[in-house]
């Protein structure tokens, strides 16, 4: 069984991925560079698994998963979320530090930190928090601001953190091909739809919702992509598919609706489980 | 006057702000390092405007410029909606491309031409575009995908492009420390509100919406980061202020809202004008 990752080692997908595979099936974990070549390694059975990032990642574009989501046959099985924690990191050694790399998000989320202690230090933007950890260990750069996962995978040593603002968490998405849904303590469901670009439409499907007494944990809007002014509307519900609300309501919006995806039921891991 | 903007020079933001601003504007503009140091540079008065990507940027966090509009005393003043188009771009005389250089989303966005035409090339993931240019210039990748601008700013060779898939756009939002909201052709108003996490909250603001036939053309869902469980809701209306369903319903939304905040009334500049 393989599981393919937004890599490299020590990102944040790969944390999200030992939390819920566990330790038993590291050994399983395939990084990929993108988070196309996680879909795809999905979808053309190369990986049985997937993890992607889906909301406030520091590690790339949520929206392209959104778009993965829209266009691909995968389903979503589980949702890990990670209190993101950024640390202060350097060599061995280093005594001063003039040169800090880390991803452009990392830098904003550590802003005021930075800005108090490091205000004369040169940023260094680059593509992942994992690579700044791997920049900082080979000499590049004094200091990188990464997890303690990627300082340990590095063997830097930790000045200082958690150096981000307040409270920060990334959702991950579990995918997979088959649609077996488990259901845990909390549990969401997700789904896409469609309406036509005018006054009242969107409000019309959410009388739905209302009408079943659903919970909506998220909406977002999105350029359809087909057609100019048609939306695609992402939305997470409290309740899983076997309950009888959710499934009757998502058959009446099903109905209305131009478009209508199921992306998955699935059990929510906290950070603190 | 300044204008500050999302650097470096030749990025998606610049052509942004040298659209609205027009050439002769050119010295004003200042490149910022982060979106954090735009929003900060208005609100401190060291520019008079900042120009900052809000959706489906290449560039850096979204959610960066969405917290900060929640957060600061800022106004937005116009939209500019520019075509992102990637060009595969190489130094004078280079004749194999082994190595590529770009940000991840555009990697993401050109990944149908890359598989199909360089799947064996090492793709260099770096934080922006316009920086993968430089390095190309420099002599440390043999290619970059890259704005058709960064290619002339570098003096590199355009050898394929648009390489994107369909059509991308990414939203820019001019900002400013007065609410001297102008009206133009196409007008959008936007705001930010708060309802409380329990079933049929957002259907009831949406109700007034829908009371006072307007559309929405954005709706998001983010965490308030204040209490757990409460929500605020990005919101993007057609309309100008001055209109009296506009601005009736808003006074109804402020009233029926936990919280309530009038980001800006503006028209919007299109791609193809």
């Given at each position: 069984m393989k599981i393919a990752y937004l890599g490299p080692i020590g990102s944040y997908s790969y944390e999200a991925a030992k939390r819920f595979f566990g330790k038993e099936k590291e050994n399983n974990l395939t990084a990929c560079d993108t988070i196309d070549d996680v879909f795809e390694a999905v979808e053309e059975n190369e990986a049985e698994f997937g993890v992607v990032p889906v909301e406030?990642?520091?590690?790339?574009?949520?929206s392209t998963t959104l778009d993965y989501l829209l266009k691909s046959q995968v389903y979503i099985v589980k949702e890990i979320i990670l209190r993101v924690e950024h640390y202060l990191c350097v060599r061995e050694g280093i005594e001063q530090i003039l040169t800090v790399a880390s991803h452009p998000q990392a830098f904003s989320q550590c802003h005021d930190y930075l800005r108090k202690n490091f205000k004369q230090a040169k940023l260094i933007q680059v593509s992942s928090t994992s690579y700044a950890a791997k920049m900082c260990a080979e000499g590049e750069v004094d200091a990188a601001i990464c997890s303690l996962f990627a300082s340990q995978q590095n063997n830097l040593k930790v000045l200082a953190g958690p150096i981000n603002h307040d409270n920060n968490y990334t959702r991950f998405f579990v995918i997979t091909?088959?649609?077996?849904f488990e259901k845990g303590n909390k549990n969401k469901t997700s789904i896409i739809f469609s309406t036509y670009d005018k006054p009242g439409s969107l409000y019309k499907i959410l009388a739905i919702f209302n009408l079943y007494d659903l919970n909506l944990t998220k909406i977002e809007s999105r350029p359809?992509?087909?057609?100019?002014g048609e939306y695609v509307f992402f939305v997470d519900i409290e309740?899983?598919?076997?309950?009888e609300d959710v499934s009757d309501a998502l058959k009446v919006v099903q109905r209305k609706s131009t478009f209508f995806k199921l992306l998955g039921s699935y059990s929510v891991i906290l950070p603190d489980e």
């Open positions: 406030n990642s520091i590690e790339g574009s949520v091909k088959s649609p077996n359809a992509k087909t057609n100019l309740g899983f598919v076997d309950e």
